[in-house]
């Protein structure tokens, strides 16, 4: 069984900063592509990034290309994406997924707001 948790999330202040981290058990992750997604209040859950088994980021959110990277730590089994230069359109649970399985964390809550 696959075990996707994520943390990070926060209340941060426009302009500003966070890395959210997933750590994956059950699997390595050369195992799957991997993906961050996000869904805030009233809207269907999008896709931010993915990346893929050998760390070559992968599709990427127009709004958020020049902001957020995604990456991975193959021997520690953590998908990160870090966001710069938060906006209020990023405020969303964030989750974290195995492309192609029933396999997705809590989510972690981000809040961007003076």
């Known amino acids: 069984q696959v075990r996707l948790v994520e943390f990070g999330g926060a209340l941060v202040q426009p302009g500003g900063s966070l890395r959210l981290s997933c750590a994956v058990s059950?699997?390595?992750?050369?195992?799957?592509?991997f993906g961050w997604y996000r869904q805030s209040s009233g809207n269907e859950r999008e896709l931010v990034a993915a990346i893929s088994r050998l760390g070559t980021p992968l599709n990427q959110l127009d709004s958020t290309k020049d902001r957020f990277t995604i990456s991975k730590d193959n021997a520690n089994n953590m998908v990160y994406l870090q966001m710069n230069n938060l906006k209020s359109d990023d405020t969303a649970v964030y989750y974290c997924h195995a492309e192609g399985t029933e396999f997705w964390g809590q989510g972690t809550q981000v809040t961007v707001s003076s």
């Open positions: 059950g699997a390595t992750l050369r195992t799957y592509v």
